[in-house]
Nanobody
Framework: VQLQASGGGLVQAGGSLRLSCAAS????????MGWFRQAPGNEREFVAA????????SYTDSVKGRFTISRNNAKNTVYLQMNSLKPEDTAVYYC?????????????????WGQGTQVTVSS
């Protein structure tokens, strides 16, 4: 499985970015997808996840109401729309492919990882 994340960049606080993650190598719709992030000096943390069908999503509390995860199974792509960005959202963002169709917030339920894309939010 290969995951290619893109869409990161530098944005001012209050701005928006849309991350994309293109997947190849397995039947995409059979697996949940997640976004995680890691800031310098911190552990990698869960941000959002979506089930294989797209019918169920989960978010960490700090991004609820600001971030939206979605997927297009025809394009084997998962997205993370990030609005009202804050400086504390600054991190490397990673997409990951889960081991089942079910949403999980547990990092150990994700077996395949993309290379990460940097998101920097200036104050």
């Amino acid at each position: 499985v290969q995951l290619q994340a893109s869409g990161g960049g530098l944005v001012q606080a209050g701005g928006s970015l849309r991350l994309s993650c293109a997947a190849s190598g397995r039947v995409f719709s059979n697996y949940a997808m997640g976004w995680f992030r890691q800031a310098p000096g911190n552990e990698r943390e869960f941000v959002a996840a979506i089930s294989g069908t797209g019918g169920r999503t989960s978010y960490t509390d700090s991004v609820k109401g600001r971030f939206t995860i979605s997927r297009n199974n025809a394009k084997n792509t998962v997205y993370l729309q990030m609005n009202s960005l804050k400086p504390e959202d600054t991190a490397v963002y990673y997409c990951a492919c889960g081991r089942s169709i079910t949403v999980s917030t547990n990092i150990y339920d994700y077996y395949y990882w993309g290379q990460g894309t940097q998101v920097t939010v200036s104050s």
